[in-house]
């Protein structure tokens, strides 16, 4: 048997040299999809190295990842371990950079988030009041006192741009995948600079934006280049780009706690692992806007969502609340260095 091109895998190892060439199974079709495209090429030893061997603590796990590894989003990294399993999902950790990510293959432009409940408008308190204190105090921020058009990519159901609308000297405009959702946004709020579909599709034109948002959205994409590189060329020089993100530090350690207390209990949030594919850090955040050109990356605090899990139990509220003042203290004390808030991150374009 030949050894050829074998990528490594995961954990580092070449596995041509894992495997003796004298070994030949007399079938290979238990080897899994032995007419898929994205094995062609690759030497017998290779899927067998892939199929049979499983993850442990160093990083192996039976058929899920496929044998030519994805490229880590921010060091091109092919080595990784994994971190947390949800469901059969590895979740990994490049180990160049800490990058942490999802190995679901995910689509890159899914539209099926909202569904009917959540365009009902009688059950929209997570989406509206829930976010209320958050989106007042990204306004007094970034809005009060100034003028300008501001962007809100992924805009949803449209609750963000209609609080928006209200600050004096500024004209909202929305992007968002879901038609159903901009349809929300077009008749219940009344919201008309709202475009259903992709961002790089919108009659939006260059260098015409003060501040472009992204709450909720960076987390859900497989390849964030793309837009990205759109909004950068949508913003005015030393425009401003907002990005509100879960927070992996918070988020692993929460999931770790959860599955030791509860075990994997299927209705629990963990990290959500065909839903968020990309986890960043106050580190890796950075690392990938600098690469889309956008500089001067920061970190602020904003109220949280007053809600758990569209909860509106006061304890849980007030908790939150408690975990936001300890996270801010904790940030100021240690000059930046120790956030346990989630991610909001704010970045100019050069």
């Given at each position: 048997m030949r050894t050829r091109?074998?990528?490594?895998?995961?954990?580092?190892?070449?596995?041509?040299?894992?495997?003796?060439?004298?070994?030949?199974?007399?079938?290979?079709?238990?080897?899994?999809?032995?007419?898929?495209?994205?094995?062609?090429?690759?030497?017998?030893?290779?899927?067998?190295?892939?199929?049979?061997?499983?993850?442990?603590?160093?990083?192996?796990?039976?058929?899920?990842?496929d044998p030519t590894v994805r490229k880590c989003i921010l060091c091109d990294g092919t080595s990784h371990r994994v971190v947390f399993e949800e469901f059969g999902t590895p979740i990994l950790r490049c180990r160049t950079c800490g990058h942490v990510f999802s190995s679901h293959k995910a689509e890159p432009h899914y539209d099926g988030y909202f569904g009917e409940e959540q365009l009902d408008p009688a059950k929209n308190f997570w989406w509206n009041e829930a976010h209320g204190k958050m989106y007042d105090g990204f306004s007094k921020i970034f809005l009060e006192g100034k003028t300008g058009n501001i962007l809100d990519v992924g805009c949803g159901l449209g609750y963000f741009l209609k609080r928006v609308s209200s600050v004096p000297g500024w004209t909202p405009y929305g992007s968002e995948i879901s038609k159903?959702?901009?349809?929300?946004?077009?008749?219940?709020?009344?919201?008309?600079?709202?475009?259903?579909g992709r961002l790089e599709d919108a009659p939006l034109h260059d260098i015409a934006f003060d501040v472009v948002t992204l709450w909720d959205v960076i987390e859900h994409l497989p390849e964030p280049y793309p837009l990205l590189d759109r909004i950068f060329h949508l913003l005015k020089p030393?425009?401003?780009l907002f990005l509100h993100t879960p927070n992996v530090r918070v988020q692993l350690a929460k999931a770790r706690l959860k599955r030791a207390i509860k075990g994997m209990d299927p209705s629990t949030h963990y990290l959500e692992a065909k839903d968020h594919v990309h986890l960043y850090s106050p580190r890796t955040l950075p690392l990938l806007l600098n690469r889309c050109g956008f500089f001067d990356v920061r970190f602020i605090h904003l109220p949280p969502i007053q809600s758990v899990s569209g909860s509106q139990n006061r304890l849980?509220?007030?908790?939150?609340?408690?975990?936001?003042?300890?996270?801010?203290?904790?940030?100021?004390?240690?000059?930046?260095?120790?956030?346990?808030?989630?991610?909001?991150?704010?970045?100019?374009?050069?």
């Open positions: 091109d074998c990528p490594t895998i995961l954990c580092g190892w070449d596995v041509t040299t894992t495997i003796g060439t004298s070994y030949s199974p007399p079938d290979q079709s238990y080897l899994g999809r032995p007419n898929d495209n994205e094995n062609e090429g690759l030497s017998l030893s290779c899927l067998i190295m892939v199929h049979l061997f499983k993850y442990d603590r160093s990083g192996w796990y039976n058929g899920v990842m159903p959702a901009v349809d929300f946004a077009k008749i219940h709020l009344r919201l008309s600079n709202v475009y259903s030393r425009g401003i849980f509220k007030a908790a939150k609340n408690a975990w936001y003042q300890s996270a801010k203290t904790l940030d100021a004390l240690s000059f930046g260095r120790l956030n346990i808030d989630n991610l909001f991150a704010v970045a100019n374009k050069r």
